[in-house]
């Protein structure tokens, strides 16, 4: 079992619609972040939490240290976010992934 | 001004051959991080260097060989290449710890 667990692994949604991708881990991290990688393939850092709820535009990003539990939310969702959404921790200088989302949005 | 640069972008070459990717970055940061993804796009750590030291080797086969002649430069050598090598590796550089990590556009190896 992967010590960073992503769900779904594919999701497909309509323009508007508000979207969740849920990240669990099994290890003590530093911080949690939230990557998005688009089709050409370069990877940006969205969020890098270590606890509590950050928002930027129209994602938000939660965290819950005591349940190793972090959410991606993408609220008024556009085919632009059509992306892969990748969780990832940290633990010092390690950095393990989680296998990603496809979110998919159709117009 | 790209904050983290890899070069080159597209590589396609033979097996047995001896390739470098390079890697700078104009970010200040002292952690430098190479990262492999594999066909089903899962990213795995290689390597990171603190200030010119290795701190995290992965179990990566020897035939890889970072060289950090700087801290503001992280270079991947690849001997003997094999067709499993074939994937993309990103370079990608932090302040330290759990900061942000800032990501190169990546390397497109292609082993034939």
């Known amino acids: 079992k992967n010590e960073v667990e992503q769900s779904p692994q594919n999701l497909t949604a309509q323009e508007g619609e508000f979207i969740t991708i849920n990240c669990s881990y099994s290890?003590?991290?530093?911080?949690l972040h939230w990557l998005q990688q688009h089709p050409g393939g370069g990877i940006v850092s969205l969020f890098m939490?270590?606890?509590g709820k950050k928002k930027h535009g129209r994602l938000i990003a939660t965290i819950n240290i005591q349940e190793k539990h972090s959410s991606l939310h993408i609220t008024a969702s556009h085919p632009r976010d059509s992306a892969v959404y990748i969780c990832?921790?940290?633990?010092?200088?390690?950095?393990?992934f989680g296998e990603g989302t496809q979110l998919t949005v159709n117009p | 001004d790209t904050a983290v640069s890899q070069t080159p972008k597209y590589l396609v070459t033979q097996m047995g051959n001896d390739k470098s990717i390079k890697c700078e970055q104009n970010?200040?940061?002292?952690?430098m991080y190479w990262y492999k993804q594999d066909s089903k796009k899962f990213l795995k750590i290689m390597f990171s260097?603190?200030?010119?030291?290795?701190?995290i080797n992965e179990t990566v086969p020897n035939r890889f060989s970072p060289k950090s002649p700087d801290k503001a430069h992280l270079n991947l050598h690849i001997n003997s290449l094999e067709l499993g090598d074939s994937a993309v590796y990103f370079c990608a550089s932090s302040p330290g710890g759990g900061n942000t990590i800032y990501f190169g556009e990546g390397s497109w190896l292609t082993v034939v």
């Open positions: 990832a921790v940290s633990s010092g200088s390690r950095l393990t």
């Open positions: 939490l270590s606890s």
């Open positions: 260097y603190n200030n010119k030291e290795l701190i």
């Open positions: 290890v003590g991290i530093s911080a």
């Open positions: 970010l200040g940061h002292d952690t």
